[in-house]
Structures are given as structure tokens and as C-alpha cells.
T-cell receptor
Framework: GQQVMQIPQYQHVQEGEDFTTYCNSS?????IQWYKQRPGGHPVFLIQ?????EVKKQKRLTFQFGEAKKNSSLHITATQTTDVGTYFC?????????FGKGITLSVRP | NAGVTQTPKFQVLKTGQSMTLQCAQD?????MSWYRQDPGMGLRLIHY???????DQGEVPNGYNVSRSTTEDFPLRLLSAAPSQTSVYFC????????????FGSGTRLTIV
């Protein structure tokens, strides 16, 4: 099945800095979803990308699907303490999503 | 709509006891899944279902049973609780097709002593 890698597992930034993380796959993806889980909370669906090169924005968050549909990026402009949490890009068929460890973002105020 | 409702929110069990974690959704979603989350391990898929009467195993199914007699409900049964099953359990549901994300319940924090 499709396997998406997120590296590193942890990242620390100063409040106000920009932050970018990537999800990479060795195979072509049909689509990619992003989720955010706040500390102590449950995962929340953020967005789905389907088309090659697709870019979607949600306020300070920008999501991009690679031209070859093998990678995706999440860029956060001017991070805030509210951005703290773990971001997942699960892989697999929609009926059987596997989430992995995600990337945990901490923000120093 | 209530979304995905999980009960109980917290539970302490003794080793060897059995219990059922409840999950119900009111969105008429075909897909439902159970995940467990342990520190540093991310979310791991236990069992999933693509519709009433259809279930299948995920990454870590041992020690757990599921059934899906209705579209709304997807209970997770621990047959004989072990300390290794101490975890936070999340139920999630989604429409079929590739265009929709999953809605998660707020989780059940389970401790096996």
C-alpha cells in the first residue's frame, strides 16, 4: 500500500517564524489529507488535496500537492502558540487510513 | 448533529477483565475506524469497517474484536484486558469515496492495572 513519510517527528520554532513540513511518498498518491491534533485533543481534518500541483490556503496555513503527486507540504506563516500540535498526513485507501507518528510542532513564545 | 460520540471518556480496568468501548455516529457515514494512540507511537489502526456487516483488521488487531450491525454503531471489545492495552482510543468515521476526511470522537482514555 501507499506509505507516506513525515520527517522529522518533532520541530521547535520561535513564535513568529515560518514553518514548513513535508510528507513524502515513494509512489504516486491519489490524494492526500492533513489533520491536526492539539495536545490532549483528538485529530481534526484540515484539508484534502487531489489535483497535481494543487495549492489551498486556510488563513496562515498553505497546503500544496506536488506536481508528481508524490509529496505534499504544509507551510505556516508567522507561527502562533495556537499552532502547537501534531500534524498528520495519513496514507492508504480512504477506508483504511494509517496515520503514523506525524510531526509535533512546539512554538516558543 | 452530535458527530462521533465515544463512551466512556475514562475507564480503569483490571487485567483480565473485558469491556466494550462504544462509538456512535449520526452522520450516516459508511466508513468507521478504531485507532489507539500511545506516547511517541502516533495513531495505529486497530479495526475498520466499510459498511454495516463488514469489518476488517488494521495494523494492531490482536486482543480486540469489532462488529458493525448498524451504520451508526461500531463497538470495540477488549476480550481479556492486558496492561499493554493501556492507551487512548479514538473512533472515527467518514463518507465513502476519496473526497472526505474523517471525523474523530473525543477519545476514551483506558488504563489497565
Amino acid at each position: 500500500g501507499q506509505q507516506v513519510m513525515q520527517i522529522p517527528q518533532y520541530q521547535h520554532v520561535q513564535e513568529g517564524e515560518d514553518f514548513t513540513t513535508y510528507c513524502n511518498s515513494s509512489t504516486t498518491l491519489s490524494n492526500i489529507q492533513w489533520y491536526k491534533q492539539r495536545p490532549g485533543g483528538h485529530p481534526v481534518f484540515l484539508i484534502q488535496l487531489v489535483k497535481s500541483g494543487e495549492v489551498k490556503k486556510q488563513k496562515r496555513l498553505t497546503f500544496q500537492f506536488g506536481e508528481a503527486k508524490k509529496n505534499s507540504s504544509l507551510h505556516i506563516t508567522a507561527t502562533q502558540t495556537t499552532d502547537v500540535g501534531t500534524y498528520f498526513c495519513p496514507s492508504g485507501a480512504n477506508s483504511k487510513l494509517t496515520f503514523g507518528k506525524g510531526i509535533t510542532l512546539s512554538v516558543r513564545p | 448533529n452530535a458527530g462521533v460520540t465515544q463512551t466512556p471518556k475514562f475507564q480503569v480496568l483490571k487485567t483480565g477483565q473485558s469491556m466494550t468501548l462504544q462509538c456512535a455516529q449520526d452522520m450516516n457515514h459508511e466508513y468507521m475506524s478504531w485507532y489507539r494512540q500511545d506516547p511517541g507511537m502516533g495513531l495505529r489502526l486497530i479495526h475498520y469497517s466499510v459498511g454495516a456487516g463488514i469489518t476488517d483488521q488494521g495494523e494492531v488487531p490482536n486482543g480486540y474484536n469489532v462488529s458493525r450491525s448498524t451504520t451508526e454503531d461500531f463497538p470495540l471489545r477488549l476480550l481479556s484486558a492486558a496492561p499493554s492495552q493501556t492507551s487512548v482510543y479514538f473512533c472515527a468515521s467518514s463518507y465513502s469515496g476519496s473526497l472526505y476526511g474523517y471525523t474523530f470522537g473525543s477519545g476514551t482514555r483506558l488504563t489497565i492495572v
